[in-house]
């Protein structure tokens, strides 16, 4: 997503107000922001305590900051300063970390963002936007650019099957149809792609309806997922971040608050380095259980 | 802001304030309150203008910071009294919100020259006028994140910033130079860019000629001013030793402190150390 990410920032580049600070990263990706940016193009060098510190004081200022680096980098790295700096002052500053969940795949543990916005969603005013195509950017960004509080924009790679009707933006989007005897599967990121690939090849009277959720925490929820959830014998719950402070547990805690509970509830999360192995992000997917046959393994089992 | 000629009697009475928001609160930091006060009186009565803006990087001097601000108006005599109290706006480190000239809550140690660099900045970028001070501790510069921001800073010349390093030699658990010996931190400073001035940080002339913009052909980097101070400045029993960092005052000690402050028994800077 990064060269999409870069022509939308340059378009966003006219106003005047946009910072974009990066810690010493987007080598061929962000070359044309930096010459469309100018002096507001800033490389902070590999620093990203200052980094957060100096983007608080920029949005303090009112401009309004972005700050990237590889995931980890910009939200485990430096978190206290934007515990203290940034959301205890609810200032516009947009978190942009490249490769969530296992995206940096066999670049090693290090590099992993399995953690991220659960980490942040304790934090105050924080938003999360985790788009899972390409074409989920533009809307995002847009409205990246007028918002008001924190924000964390996590990128990946977007896994579009060919051929796929997407449905316009949405915070939440059914982007697949399910039978009336299917499960419920509901997903956060861009494994999504492949999960609604596989399941879109199964009969239509028993394949599960594949609901998308791309931007936390949960505000409302829409009515037609809620009918869903009572419809279906199964809600299943699939991302890429660890069971702790994730997608499964808040829209748990959503149902739960509202008298829903689902008749049978699974959570696929990531779960670290079961083997102790490395390899890439379709490696660790499978480890987890995350990849598309197991999804649906969970999903149609009976 | 009510600015006033910095006297004598007004940089008492702000003294003497302090120690009885201190003693009637009951808590300690004491001695890091009295090493930065001449400091903040400077800055505010002094130096610091409209278009300018501060921040306190060494947050647990919230309280001088606080009677600095009621010495120009901003805070009342009915907010230093419920200072540490339950219901306060005045908590024992810089609070977020509700007080306009406290930009940001501040307290972890390392933050403030990273966040009064990004007001610097801004201020370059946006064309606008005006300097950015930030007064530090001296054991704050054991954390990381100032490093950053000193390569930073230096880096991009931001000529509109000055830090103010309060040299009181005495951090949580130890002098300075027993837990981290820094040696010399004006060298560091240079060689890393920085104007680099070093004065007597209870001296109110020397602080004064030290606050001045910097003549243009020294505008080149950023400046610091190295301030040698000392912990529990003016109160006998404080002053140089580590425990004022913690220990609120019982009653005589408040005694002897504002008779200590009255009589003015403050030495000379790096005196009895």
Redesign the interface.
Known sequence: MRTPFCTLMVEAASNPEL?FLTGDLGFKALEPLRDALG??F?N??V?E??M????????????RPWAYSIAPFVYARPF??IR??IC??KLPVVLVGNGGGYGYGVMGATHHAIEDYGVLLSLPSMRVFVPAFDGDLGPIIRLLAGITSPAYLRLGLSEEPADFRLPPYAPWRLILEGGRAGATILVTGPLVGGIADAARKLSPQHRPGIWLLSELPIVEMPPAFVEDVRRSEHLVIVEEHVEHGGVGAMVAAHLLARGIAPRRFSHRAARGYPSGLYGSQKFHRKECGLDPSSVLAIACQD | MMRRELSRQLLLSAKLRLLRMHFEAGVGHIGGNLSALDILMSLYHDALKPDDAFVLSKGHAAGAWYVALWSMGVLGEDDLKTFHRDATRLSGHPP??GIDSI??????L??G???????????R??GKSGRVFCLTSDGEWNE??CW??L??AG??RLANLTLIVDLNGLQGFGTTREVADLGSLAEKFRAFGWRVLEVDGHDIAALHAALQPPSAPDVIGPSVILANTRKGCGVSFMEGRMEWHYLPLNQAQYAQAVRDIEQGVARPAGEGE
Request: aromatic share 4%; glycine share 16%; net charge negative.
């Open positions: 910072v002096e507001r800033i902070v060098g620093a305590q200052n957060i510190s100096l983007a608080a004081g920029l949005a303090r200022s009112g401009l206290e300063q203290n700096d205890l002052h | 977020c919100g930009l940001f809550a501040t307290g972890s390392g933050h020259p990273g966040l009064a660099s990004g007001l610097a900045l801004a201020k970028l946006q990381g994140s950053e921001t390569i930073f880096h991009h």
